[in-house]
């Protein structure tokens, strides 16, 4: 199997996917940081894909969604965008809205309150 294909199967067989340096509980960046920690305090149920334990997997995520940056986030097999893109989403609500739309469940307070200590 491909490093495509593992990726193609990744996204596609669960809800929320994020491709980051290190995992949810340790990211090894700060952008990998930024976007988990939205996710972790939003309450999402998602899969973290370390890139630093597979240099196939690295390059090929990059080439699947032709963006050239890590983190990279997925919704419902769709390619949501890198941290500033989060970062942005969750601001300005449109990621709520996303996951809404989509049936992923999320604790709406939390996406509350990180908007208003950004404000």
């Known amino acids: ?3 495509r294909d ?3 199967d990744t996204v596609t067989k669960n809800d929320v996917v994020l491709y980051m340096k290190g995992s949810k509980m340790m990211p090894g960046c700060g952008f990998s ?3 988990a920690g939205v ?3 939003m309450g999402i149920d998602y899969v973290d894909v370390d890139v630093l334990q597979d240099a196939e997997i690295r390059q ?3 080439d699947y969604a032709d963006w050239p940056t890590i983190p990279q986030l997925y919704v419902k097999g769709e390619f949501i965008g890198g941290c500033d893109i989060v970062t942005e989403m ?3 609500g449109e990621l709520d809205a996303l996951f809404e ?3 992923v469940a999320f604790n709406k307070d ?3 309150q990180i908007r208003a200590a950004n404000a």
Do not use: D, Q, W, Y
Request: hydrophobic letters at 45%; aromatic letters at 4%; a positive charge.
């Open 1 to 3: 199997m491909t490093a």
């Open 6 to 8: 593992r990726i193609h």
């Open 33 to 35: 940081s930024r976007v």
């Open 39 to 41: 996710l972790n305090f």
């Open 60 to 62: 090929g995520i990059k």
């Open 90 to 92: 969750t601001l300005s």
């Open 101 to 103: 739309a989509k049936g």
């Open 110 to 112: 939390a996406a509350e």
